[in-house]
T-cell receptor, first 115, second 116 residues
């Protein structure tokens, strides 16, 4: 069973702090990794994705990938109350040369940013 | 460009009934994936369609089925509804959905189904 694990939280940080969200995955053949944000009662919204080892920055968000450790993280700098949401880690995997790719999601980490 | 649309947004059914949900992908997107989201199980993959063909299927019973039309719109059907089918059903579209590292999926607003 290919799994994606996240701390369920809640993770509480003060406004302006750095929020660090972590995710581990079991399938070493996974190809790309996604972070989605989901506000209560809404659908997931893509924040960013990463597929190469190292860091990828987009505004206040930085995704970090370490394939050897099967670990992906999301850092949110200068956290704002509007960042309060559930953050979902998703992993894309499928058979090489095939077409049966899918996203496997973690259960999400609830982030609360306190003013 | 318009996003993924899903209809209806809310639905109440009773046990034993069947339901059909609809999804229109982003214009030009040809792959549609369906997911079920519940508080206990999180987001779980149902199936994926491309060019009117189901290419991948998750671990759901045969009561869950789907199809895709030539314009890439997709429907999913749940027959003989059970209380446990109450969930948020999400569809996501992608331009291609193959082995490319930069392919992404974009979600629609979802259909919230309540089974009584």
């Amino acid at each position: 069973q290919k799994e994606v694990e996240q701390n369920s939280g809640p993770l509480s940080v003060p406004e302006g702090a750095i929020a660090s969200l972590n995710c581990t995955y079991s399938d070493r053949g996974s190809q790309s990794f996604f972070w989605y944000r989901q506000y209560s009662g809404k659908s997931p919204e893509l924040i960013m994705f990463i597929y190469s080892n190292g860091d990828k920055e987009d505004g206040r968000f930085t995704a970090q990938l370490n394939k050897a450790s099967q670990y992906v993280s999301l850092l949110i700098r200068d956290s704002q109350p509007s960042d309060s949401a559930t953050y979902l880690c998703a992993v894309k995997s499928g058979s090489s040369g095939g077409s049966n790719y899918k996203l496997t999601f973690g259960k999400g980490t609830l982030l609360t940013v306190n003013p | 460009k318009a996003g993924v649309t899903q209809t209806p947004r809310y639905l109440i059914k009773t046990r034993g009934q069947q339901v059909t949900l609809s999804c229109s992908p982003i214009s030009g997107h040809r792959s549609v994936s369906w997911y079920q989201q519940t508080p206990g199980q999180g987001l779980q993959f149902l199936f994926e369609y491309f060019s009117e063909t189901q290419r991948n299927k998750g671990n759901f019973p045969g009561r869950f089925s789907g199809r895709q039309f030539s314009n890439s719109r997709s429907e999913m059907n749940v027959s003989t509804l059970e209380l446990g089918d109450s969930a948020l059903y999400l569809c996501a579209s992608s331009l291609p959905w193959t082995g490319g590292n930069q392919e992404t999926q974009y979600f629609g607003p979802g259909t919230r189904l309540l089974v009584l």
